[in-house]
C-alpha cells in the first residue's frame, strides 16, 4: 500500500531514502507505483543534486519492469553520491553496519534492507564500481557487510574489493574472495564431493559449443561427461528462471539456440527430484553463522519451482504442508541433511549465504544454487501465511545476532 506518508516522502526535496524494501513491498501487494515515480523524478530534476531521489527512482523504474531505464538513473545517482544512509530503525541504534553494494538490478547485491527492517541496527551502504573505489574515509562503523553477488559482471569489482578490504580494521562478513566462487560452474567446484550433496556437474559453453550438440556434431558428454539429454540450459548470469528450460534432445536444444542470442550458456544434467506425488517441492534456506533456517518451500507439479508461480495462494493445501515443514524443519529437514549442510558451509565458507534445494529420490540434498543475494522477506499477506512471521523471525534475528557477534569478537 502506498501510503500518504511515502507519497510525501517521494515529493520532498532532500528526504531521507525510501529504500528499495518498503517500494518492493508495495509492488508485491500490487500498487501503482507509477505516480511516486513521477514524484522522484521531478525532485531529481528539479534537485539534480538530490542523490536519494535518483535513486528511489531508480528502483521504481526497475519495479516497473523499465529496469535499464532505472540502470541509467541509478548511474545518475552514483555519479552525484556514492554514500546512502539506510532508512533508520525503529529503536535506538545499538550497531552501526557499512554496506558494500555495486551497480546493478535487485539481484545484483544481497538485498540487505529486508533482513535489517525489524533491527536495531542502523546501516550506511557504499556503493563500489570500477571507477568509484572504496574512500579513504568512510562513516565509522562496527562492522563491514559485503552485498555485492557474483556475475561476470563483477568479477572484476570483487577482486577490487577484495585488494581494498585486505587488513581492513574492522570485522568484514561475507569476504568477497569467497563470493567470487558462486558461480554455478564455481558453486559445483566447491561442492562437488561434499557428503550427502548432489549438485549436478554445471559447464559454461560457448554458443558454438551449445550449436554443435544441437546438431549432433558433439556428444554430450564431451562437456558433461556421463550426462545425457535431457539437459538444463540456461544463459549465463541468468537468475530467477529467466530462459531457463530443459531440453529433452538435440532438436530441442537447437529450438531453443534459435530464440535466444545469448553468446554463453550453462548446461547441467537435468535431475528428477519429484516426490511420490509426482510433485516438485523447493526449499530456500540460508546459512546463518553456519545454522540453517527455513525462508520457504515451494510446492509444485513443476520441475522448474518459483514461489511466485507455484500456486501456492491458491492452495491451502500446499500452504499447510509449507507450514508443517517450517515448524518441523530443524527436526525434520535440517536434522536429515546436518552432515551436508555443515560440510556446504566448510567449502563456500560465508557467514550469510543462501541455498535454493531439493531432496532426491535417494535422500540426498540436491542443490539448484548457492548464493549470497538470495531475496528473503516478509512480505507475505499473513492472513493466508501465519506461519511466514515468526519463521521470518527467526531468520531476521539470526542475522542481526550474527553481525553483534561479529562486532564484540573484535579486538578492542
Known amino acids: 500500500m502506498i501510503t500518504p506518508e511515502l507519497g510525501a516522502a517521494a515529493a520532498t526535496p532532500h528526504?531521507?531514502?525510501?529504500?528499495?524494501?518498503?517500494?518492493?513491498?508495495?509492488?508485491?501487494?500490487?500498487?501503482?507505483?507509477?505516480?511516486?515515480?513521477?514524484?522522484?523524478?521531478?525532485?531529481?530534476?528539479?534537485?539534480?543534486?538530490?542523490?536519494?531521489?535518483?535513486?528511489?527512482?531508480?528502483?521504481?523504474?526497475?519495479?516497473?519492469?523499465?529496469?535499464?531505464?532505472?540502470?541509467?538513473?541509478?548511474?545518475?545517482?552514483?555519479?552525484?553520491?556514492?554514500?546512502?544512509?539506510?532508512?533508520?530503525?525503529?529503536?535506538?541504534?545499538?550497531?552501526?553496519?557499512?554496506?558494500?553494494?555495486?551497480?546493478?538490478?535487485?539481484?545484483?547485491?544481497?538485498?540487505?534492507?529486508?533482513?535489517?527492517?525489524?533491527?536495531?541496527?542502523?546501516?550506511?551502504?557504499?556503493?563500489?564500481?570500477?571507477?568509484?573505489?572504496?574512500?579513504?574515509?568512510?562513516?565509522?562503523?562496527?562492522?563491514?557487510?559485503?552485498?555485492?553477488?557474483?556475475?561476470?559482471?563483477?568479477?572484476?569489482?570483487?577482486?577490487?574489493?577484495?585488494?581494498?578490504?585486505?587488513?581492513?580494521p574492522r570485522p568484514v562478513i561475507n569476504r568477497p574472495e569467497r563470493i567470487a566462487h558462486l558461480s554455478r560452474d564455481g558453486a559445483h567446484a566447491q561442492l562437488d564431493g561434499a557428503a550427502g550433496v548432489l549438485m549436478p556437474r554445471t559447464v559454461r559453453v560457448a554458443r558454438d559449443t551449445a550449436a554443435q550438440l544441437a546438431d549432433g556434431a558433439l556428444d554430450v558428454q564431451a562437456p558433461l561427461p556421463g550426462a545425457a539429454f535431457p539437459l538444463i540450459v540456461r544463459p549465463l548470469d541468468s537468475h530467477a528462471g529467466t530462459d531457463l528450460q530443459k531440453v529433452e534432445n538435440a532438436a530441442a536444444l537447437r529450438a531453443y539456440l534459435a530464440a535466444q542470442p545469448a553468446g554463453e550458456f550453462y548446461l547441467a544434467p537435468f535431475v528428477d527430484y519429484s516426490g511420490p506425488d509426482g510433485q516438485f517441492r523447493k526449499y530456500r534456506i540460508v546459512l546463518i553463522d553456519g545454522q540453517p533456517f527455513i525462508c520457504h518451500l515451494a510446492i509444485s507439479s513443476h520441475w522448474m519451482v518459483h514461489y511466485l508461480n507455484a500456486g501456492m495462494d491458491d492452495s491451502a493445501a500446499?500452504?499447510?504442508?509449507?507450514?508443517?515443514?517450517?515448524?518441523?524443519?530443524?527436526?525434520?529437514?535440517?536434522?536429515?541433511?546436518?552432515?551436508?549442510?555443515?560440510?556446504?558451509?566448510?567449502?563456500?565458507?560465508?557467514?550469510?549465504?543462501?541455498?535454493?534445494?531439493?531432496?532426491?529420490?535417494?535422500?540426498?540434498?540436491?542443490?539448484?544454487?548457492?548464493?549470497?543475494?538470495?531475496?528473503?522477506?516478509?512480505m507475505d499477506d499473513p492472513g493466508k501465511y501465519p506461519y511466514k512471521g515468526p519463521a521470518m523471525d527467526k531468520v531476521f534475528r539470526a542475522f542481526e545476532g550474527m553481525l553483534h557477534r561479529a562486532a564484540h569478537a573484535a579486538p578492542k
Open 15 to 168: 528526504a531521507p531514502l525510501i529504500g528499495a524494501a518498503a517500494l518492493m513491498r508495495c509492488a508485491f501487494y500490487r500498487a501503482d507505483l507509477r505516480p511516486i515515480g513521477e514524484r522522484l523524478l521531478a525532485r531529481a530534476q528539479a534537485h539534480p543534486d538530490d542523490a536519494n531521489a535518483w535513486l528511489d527512482a531508480s528502483f521504481v523504474l526497475q519495479l516497473l519492469g523499465q529496469r535499464e531505464a532505472g540502470l541509467d538513473v541509478q548511474r545518475h545517482a552514483l555519479a552525484t553520491r556514492s554514500l546512502y544512509t539506510l532508512p533508520a530503525p525503529a529503536r535506538t541504534p545499538t550497531l552501526n553496519l557499512l554496506v558494500l553494494m555495486g551497480p546493478g538490478d535487485f539481484m545484483a547485491n544481497t538485498p540487505i534492507e529486508f533482513l535489517l527492517q525489524t533491527s536495531d541496527i542502523a546501516a550506511n551502504v557504499q556503493y563500489l564500481t570500477l571507477d568509484l573505489p572504496l574512500p579513504e574515509q568512510v562513516p565509522d562503523h562496527d562492522v563491514l557487510f559485503v552485498s555485492i553477488a557474483q556475475s561476470d559482471a563483477n568479477v572484476a569489482l570483487l577482486r577490487d574489493a577484495a585488494q581494498m578490504l585486505d587488513g581492513w
Open 318 to 378: 500446499k500452504r499447510a504442508e509449507e507450514a508443517a515443514g517450517m515448524a518441523d524443519f530443524d527436526a525434520g529437514f535440517a536434522r536429515r541433511h546436518a552432515g551436508a549442510l555443515a560440510d556446504i558451509d566448510a567449502r563456500i565458507g560465508l557467514p550469510y549465504l543462501g541455498i535454493d534445494c531439493a531432496e532426491t529420490q535417494d535422500g540426498r540434498l540436491l542443490i539448484f544454487e548457492v548464493d549470497n543475494a538470495m531475496v528473503v522477506h516478509a
